[in-house]
């Protein structure tokens, strides 16, 4: 198995191309007798050469390395269908070879430039095609006009004239079989496409009636304007083919309104095949404008609608309260919400529609939506962002909001989108990060970059108030032996007492500060004298010395507490340097006190 079928895989790719290239050689021939079937009898030009059509579709479809073999089939089976047609084997060889090198230049001229050739997205690309399909005939021609004047004694311009416009009418009619426009589905149904093919063949037939002399070829436009409208590109197509060849079969037996009356001063079967050229041209050039635009227009409403649907989807799943709203003078009325808006602002969507939508902020927030709305008016700012207090019957809440126009490029005094998220629990979460910053982490109490910050300031203050600072420096005496007789939790248990209990004893203008392990800082700003700062003092030193209960027992605990005073000529530095110094100074002298 594992030797065989790769084996298998490698020959079905061998064939492949060589089966392709076998079904388009046939396709070239049988369209090539087709030519020759609907030529006129005198042997000119046909009114349309199939062959050159499918010619230029096999060279488009193929890969670039493929190319040479196309064109290898092109010039052997359009030899082959001359040979049919009774032309002489040289003349059949050359005008295949004029077959090719048309087609070759269709595919250079769409493919220039062009990563997808086959793409019909606009009505550029529909100029495109028949842009190129102009000069591929056109090169045909000149080089069928060489060959005539040459080898079978016909006029130049006539012949070039000849092969020009039914190689330009044939690529024109059967190139679409081989483009693509916008990506979008057939809407006809089975039903549908039966009168689609039945309109066409009878009207086509009634036009081209025996004895039928009336201008009715309009009608064909009216018919084929159906599958342009309702089918894709390869339907049209179908449906153009149909019409051209019926046409031509039926004009060269003297039906319908082209052919003209023998006697004519000029070659009434030249006029005839021009009618019928112009016809194919023109019919196929109208029903691929209409089929690119309505293909532009249908593939414009599906992807509107595609992003209407997402639009609406992220609107309403949304995990941020989005909201639509419309100027009413200074007010901002709500046209839609979606549920996480509804419950940012504490009500139900159906209920919050047509309400004001800053009727729940605070004022200075409520002027300041107002300034930034008036401002995006004036044209002064494309949006604003913030983040405002809203009025809540819990908590309060934070949201942050993003302002701008719902359409980009049009003013404030149209429809306004409003983004909505709330960020209560972020400025919950950074304020204790805050207080983390400055606080110790477990007395709560102010750290030592909040004590240096109040002691810069209160040093700063006394130079327009002349008052003093003073600053006690107080550290715990006989804490280790806590500690180590009943734990660490015990004596933490005791600091958070002594930091609630300093806290009580003074001003609410000073700070109270750990300065680290049992050691604890004042600072007391804004003091007139000594007495204030020495009634601190006691009520510092009764505080401390209260009896606390540490595990189920009653202890007293005496503090050392150390003191300097500053004005404004004093530094922060120095003056804890002092009150430690001092603390140090009284912790001594306790030490060295006589055990009772």
Known sequence: MSTTDPARARMRDTLQPSVQLLLFGVAVTLLGVLGVVIRPADGSAAMWWPAAGIAVVGLLVAHRRQRLAVVSVLVLAGTLSGLVGHRPPLVAVLLALVNAVGAFI?????????????????????????????????????????????????????????????????????LPFALHTFTAPVEAKLPELAAQWLATVVVTAMVFAPGQRLPLVFLLLLVLLWPALRSGLLTTGLHLA???????????????????????????????????????????????????????RRSLLLETSRREELFRVGFTESLLGILLLRPDGDMLRIVELNGVAARLLEGQADELIGTVWCE???????????????????????????????????????????????????????????????????????????????????????????????????????????????????????????????????????????????????????????????????????????????????????????PILISGSRRRLDASIGVAIGNASSQARELLHQADTDMYAHKTAYQLQPVA
């Open 106 to 174: 269709v595919v250079l001229v769409l493919s220039y430039h062009r990563p997808d050739p086959r793409a019909l997205y606009g009505l550029g690309d529909l100029m495109r095609v028949l842009s190129a399909s102009l000069l591929g005939g056109i090169t045909a021609g000149l080089t069928a006009g060489v060959i005539a004047v040459g080898l079978l004694d016909v006029g130049f311009l006539a012949s070039a004239a000849g092969v020009a416009a039914s190689h330009a009418a044939s690529v024109v009619l059967v």
């Open 360 to 546: 729940r902020f605070d004022p200075a927030d409520h002027e300041r939506v107002t300034l930034a709305v008036a401002n995006m008016a004036a044209g002064d700012a494309a949006g604003w962002k913030s983040e405002i207090h809203l009025a809540s019957t819990g908590a309060d809440r934070w949201v942050e909001v993003s302002i701008s126009p719902a359409v980009e490029g049009t003013s404030a005094g149209d429809l306004l989108t409003v983004q909505m998220v709330d960020v209560t629990a972020r400025r919950a979460a950074e304020a204790r990060l805050a207080d983390l910053a400055l606080h110790d982490g477990l007395t709560g109490l102010a750290n030592r970059t909040l004590l240096d910050d109040r002691l810069e300031r209160a040093l700063a203050e006394t130079q327009r108030t002349q008052m003093a600072v003073g600053v006690m420096f107080l550290d715990l005496n006989e804490f280790k032996d806590v500690n180590d007789t009943f734990g660490h939790e015990a004596g933490d248990r005791v600091l958070v007492e002594i930091g609630t209990r300093l806290r009580k004893a003074v001003r609410d203008t000073d700070t109270v500060a750990r300065f680290g392990g049992d050691e604890f800082v004042i600072v007391c700003p804004g003091l007139a004298n000594h007495r204030t700062l020495d009634e601190l003092y006691r009520r510092i030193q009764v505080a401390v010395s209260a």
């Open 242 to 296: 149909t019409v051209g060849i019926m046409a031509s079969f039926l004009t060269l037996r003297g039906a319908g309104p082209l052919p003209f009356a023998a006697g004519a001063e000029v070659r009434p079967e030249l006029i005839t095949i021009g009618l019928v050229q112009v016809l194919a041209m023109t019919m196929a050039s109208v029903m691929l404008a209409v089929l690119v635009t309505v293909s532009q």
